[in-house]
Every structure is written in structure tokens, then in C-alpha cells.
């Protein structure tokens, strides 16, 4: 069974995976209204990978006994100054969320609860994943500037699995 101050936490994490959801959707829909359909698509790809992290947390506090809550979530930016600066946004986010893992991982080694440690190794290997990717856009974002280059860019995002 899951200690009430770890299921806390976790919910906690539950509840800012299904915000990275809402604030990846929100940045897909600013590329939308910027014709950059690619990126869109990359964001909207992301915004369901959250929403499967979000479930990953609730099926472990329910495996565990434990009580699944949800609070509201909050209303995520709706306009970036540029697709650079949206894409900075989402990689200053995964690094929050890189901080937050690390940070429930130190409460699960203080519990001495294994299960809850081995569960949430694999969200520290996500969160590699997750920052490595955001920044590869990033920096190719700096390279092609505001250039035609960045409909090459967009095109090459589109095709995100």
C-alpha cells in the first residue's frame, strides 16, 4: 500500500501530466492558427503521450490501493511571440516535469517503497527522452531563424509517430 503522503504525491504528478496534456494541446492549437500544421501535429502527438503518462499514475495508485484524486487544472498559455519560443516553453516545461520525477523518486527511496522506486524509473528514462526531443526542435528552430526554411522545418515535424 501506497503512504498517504506518497499518494498525495503522486496525484499531485497525476494531475500535472494531464496539464502537460492541456498545455501541449493549447500549444498545437497556436500552430494550427499559424498554418504550421507539422508542428501541430507534433504537439498533438505529445498532448497524447501526456495524457498517457497521466494514466500510467492512476493505474499505480489504484494497483497500490491507493485513492485517485483529481483537482482542476490549470489554463495553459494560448499565444507564444513565435514557433521558437513555443517550442522553448515546452522544453523549459519537460525540464519542471525531469525535476518533478526526480523529486517523487527521492519520496518513494525515503518510503523504502520498491514499487513505487521501480515504477518511476521508467518516467526517468521518459523524461530523457522527452527533454532530448523538445531541444533537438529547439535548436533547429535556431539554425533555420525565420526563414523559408522553417516550412521544411514544419513539414519534417508532421511526420511524428
Not at 102 to 119: E, P, Q, R, T
Not at 142 to 156: E, H, T
Given at each position: 500500500?501506497?503512504?498517504?503522503k506518497?499518494?498525495?504525491?503522486?496525484?499531485g504528478?497525476?494531475?500535472?501530466e494531464?496539464?502537460?496534456?492541456?498545455?501541449?494541446l493549447?500549444?498545437?492549437?497556436?500552430?494550427?492558427s499559424?498554418n504550421?500544421?507539422?508542428?501541430?501535429?507534433?504537439?498533438?502527438?505529445q498532448?497524447?503521450e501526456?495524457?498517457?503518462?497521466?494514466?500510467k499514475?492512476?493505474?499505480?495508485?489504484?494497483d497500490?490501493?491507493?485513492?485517485?484524486?483529481?483537482?482542476a487544472?490549470?489554463?495553459?498559455?494560448?499565444?507564444?511571440?513565435?514557433?521558437l519560443?513555443?517550442f522553448?516553453?515546452a522544453?523549459?516545461h519537460?525540464?519542471?516535469?525531469?525535476a518533478m520525477i526526480?523529486?517523487?523518486?527521492?519520496?518513494?527511496?525515503?518510503?523504502?517503497?520498491?514499487?513505487?522506486?521501480?515504477?518511476l524509473?521508467?518516467?526517468?528514462?521518459?523524461?530523457?527522452?522527452?527533454e532530448?526531443?523538445t531541444?533537438?526542435?529547439?535548436q533547429?528552430?535556431k539554425?533555420?531563424?525565420?526563414?523559408?526554411?522553417i516550412?521544411?522545418?514544419?513539414?519534417q515535424?508532421?511526420?511524428?509517430?
Amino acid at each position: 500500500m501506497l503512504s498517504d503522503k506518497l499518494q498525495d504525491a503522486l496525484n499531485g504528478q497525476l494531475n500535472a501530466e494531464y496539464y502537460s496534456s492541456y498545455l501541449y494541446l493549447s500549444m498545437a492549437a497556436y500552430f494550427d492558427s499559424k498554418n504550421l500544421s507539422g508542428s501541430a501535429h507534433w504537439m498533438r502527438v505529445q498532448a497524447q503521450e501526456e495524457l498517457g503518462h497521466a494514466l500510467k499514475f492512476y493505474g499505480h495508485i489504484v494497483d497500490r490501493r491507493g485513492r485517485v484524486t483529481l483537482s482542476a487544472i490549470q489554463a495553459p498559455p494560448t499565444e507564444w511571440k513565435s514557433p521558437l519560443a513555443a517550442f522553448q516553453d515546452a522544453f523549459k516545461h519537460e525540464q519542471k516535469v525531469t525535476a518533478m520525477i526526480a523529486d517523487l523518486v527521492k519520496k518513494a527511496d525515503a518510503d523504502k517503497d520498491a514499487a513505487a522506486g521501480i515504477f518511476l524509473q521508467w518516467f526517468v528514462t521518459e523524461q530523457v527522452e522527452e527533454e532530448k526531443q523538445t531541444d533537438e526542435v529547439v535548436q533547429m528552430l535556431k539554425m533555420v531563424g525565420d526563414s523559408a526554411q522553417i516550412l521544411m522545418l514544419d513539414a519534417q515535424l508532421g511526420k511524428r509517430e
